[in-house]
């Protein structure tokens, strides 16, 4: 049975997805750019594209909050069990607070350990923190239980959609996926 519900308007789908592609393709970067053996050029090239980006995803998921709260995204249709509703709920809710905490994270590992964000350099913003090990290392871990948490909660993400997308085939999924007309 397929439900009628409103679509997540175009700024909504296009954040969306832009921030899908960039975490999607930030998570094998993250994981591969710590492996011994790459060679410094690779590595360099590794962390280069992981910082920038990271500042990227954080200045997009700041946009797409400010939208967001804004522009509320359409309720879940009636039809879905309440059970599904809350764990809906609560992923979103785990997703966007990581997809916060990553990038800040990230910022203040680089930061704190002397540590260049070329974009943000390049850009003339310098680093707003004093260089401290301590600081660095804890955000080193939060950043490393982050990935792993995000990787999880993506991963529910994405099996979540294609379940609504493949199976129930209920217009779940295609309140984001981007429209025709």
């Known amino acids: 049975m397929k439900l009628q519900q409103d ?16 975490v999607l393709a930030m998570i094998p970067v993250g994981a591969l750019m710590v492996q011994e ?7 360099n090239s590794l962390f280069i594209f992981h ?14 909050l400010l939208y967001r709260w804004r522009n509320p995204p359409p309720k879940l249709p009636q039809g879905l069990p309440l059970w599904q ?14 997809i916060v905490i990553m990038p800040i994270s990230g910022y203040v590992r680089v930061r704190s350990g002397g540590f260049p964000i070329e974009l943000l ?15 660095a ?8 239980a982050g990935a792993w948490a995000l990787v999880i909660l993506v991963a529910m993400h994405i099996g979540a959609a294609l379940q609504h997308a ?10 984001m996926w981007p429209r025709k007309d």
């Open 7 to 22: 679509h997540y308007k175009a700024p909504a789908r296009w954040l969306h997805w832009t921030v899908a592609a960039l």
């Open 137 to 144: 290392n804890a955000a080193k871990s939060l950043h490393y």
């Open 37 to 43: 053996g790459l060679g410094r050029s690779l590595q």
């Open 166 to 175: 493949l199976i129930k085939r209920d217009g779940v999924f295609e309140r």
């Open 51 to 64: 910082k920038n980006t990271g500042v990227i995803v954080g200045l997009l998921v700041t946009a797409r």
């Open 85 to 98: 509703r809350r764990v809906a709920f609560w992923t979103h809710a785990f997703l966007y607070t990581l």
């Open 121 to 135: 350099d390049a850009m003339g913003i310098g680093t707003l923190l004093p260089k401290s090990d301590a600081v």
